[in-house]
């Protein structure tokens, strides 16, 4: 099985930065794309930004310029660096992996997911 943990939200103010980061552990035979979601009260989950094994990245047009999605493969972790956060950035945030398990086939497995409030 895998897990993915996230860690690094919190409350935050306008305009201020927040880091998270995101662990991949278990018995990982390899890991695809990783990305972030994020789903605000009342809102469906909604793609933040992703990055492939080769480092290819993509980002919802309400964070480019402002996220940065960046992975380490050989610590198997996932970070998004948030910077100029808005009160409209307030959510869950989750962490994504397709990951294929050691003998099992690849699968898209979720984080428990950490808050970010921005407010004033």
């Known amino acids: 099985q895998a897990q993915l943990v996230e860690s690094g939200g919190g409350l935050v103010q306008p305009g201020e930065s927040l880091r998270l980061s995101c662990a991949v552990s278990?018995?990982?035979?390899?890991?695809?794309?990783l990305g972030w979601y994020r789903q605000a009260p009342g809102e469906q989950r909604e793609l933040v930004a992703t990055?492939?094994?080769?480092?290819?990245?993509k980002y919802a047009d309400s964070v480019k310029g402002r996220f940065t999605i960046s992975r380490d493969n050989a610590k198997k972790t996932v970070a998004l660096q948030m910077n100029s956060l808005k009160p409209e950035d307030t959510a869950v945030y989750y962490c994504?992996?397709?990951?294929?398990?050691?003998?099992?086939?690849?699968?898209?497995?979720w984080g428990q997911g950490t808050q970010v409030t921005v407010s004033s």
């Open positions: 994504n992996g397709d990951l294929r398990v050691a003998f099992g086939t690849t699968a898209s497995y």
């Open positions: 278990g018995s990982i035979f390899a890991i695809y794309t």
């Open positions: 990055i492939t094994s080769g480092g290819t990245t």
